[in-house]
Nanobody
Framework: QVQLVESGGGLVQAGGSLRLSCAVSGSIFSMNTVGWYRQAPGKSRELVATITNSSITNYADSVKGRFTISRGSAKNTVYLQMSSLKPEDTAVYFC????????????WGQGTQVTVSS
């Protein structure tokens, strides 16, 4: 079992910054990918950014140059630094951890609300 706990959401003005944290615990194993996804009201959940255990990153085009995903030194915390925030970034942000090889897993956190006011 893998547990993910997000923190760091809140209300911020357009142009501001926030840093989200995802604490990953449990039977993690190596060779996993941790990502941030978001879901705005009335919209489907979409990928924001992912990072592999070897720190290879991937970003949605809409956040490239503004958001940075990184792993903490202990590898069990993943951060999403969000800068130059826009009202369209408003959503519930979810942390996801998945492992494609055995033992496979795909777990989600509960989500944290990010609201960007104009």
């Amino acid at each position: 079992q893998v547990q993910l706990v997000e923190s760091g959401g809140g209300l911020v003005q357009a142009g501001g910054s926030l840093r989200l944290s995802c604490a990953v615990s449990g039977s993690i194993f190596s060779m996993n990918t941790v990502g941030w996804y978001r879901q705005a009201p009335g919209k489907s959940r979409e990928l924001v950014a992912t990072i592999t255990n070897s720190s290879i990153t991937n970003y949605a085009d809409s956040v490239k140059g503004r958001f940075t995903i990184s792993r903490g030194s202990a590898k069990n915390t993943v951060y999403l630094q969000m800068s130059s925030l826009k009202p369209e970034d408003t959503a519930v942000y979810f942390c996801n951890a998945k492992r494609a090889v055995s033992p496979q897993y795909d777990f989600w956190g509960q989500g944290t609300q990010v609201t960007v006011s104009s």
